[in-house]
C-alpha cells in the first residue's frame, strides 16, 4: 500500500487557527483516515472484506461511467 501515513498542514502567514485546523480535517477525510479507523474498529472477515471492496469497486465504476456520460453530453451540447 502506497498510502499516506500523516497529512500535515503547514500554517499560512495570519492564518486564523480555525481555518488551520478546517484545512487539517478536510486533508484528513481527502486520504480516508477515519474511514480506514473505523473500518479496523472491529474484525472484518476475508469474505466479508472482498464482497465490500467489490462493491466499492463496482460504485467507482458506476460513478465514472456517470461522470463520462456528463462530459460527453456537455460536449455534444457545444456542438
Known sequence: MSKVSNATVVARPRED????IKRF???C???GFL???????YFEKKSDKKRREKADAEYRRKRD????EAAQNKTNRRK
Do not use: P, W
Not at 17 to 20: G, I
Not at 35 to 41: F, K, L, T
Not at 65 to 68: D, G, I, S
Open 65 to 68: 461511467e456517470r461522470k463520462a
Open 25 to 27: 480535517v478536510r486533508k
Open 29 to 31: 477525510k481527502k486520504y
Open 17 to 20: 487557527a480555525d481555518r488551520l
Open 35 to 41: 474511514d480506514e479507523v473505523r473500518r479496523r474498529r
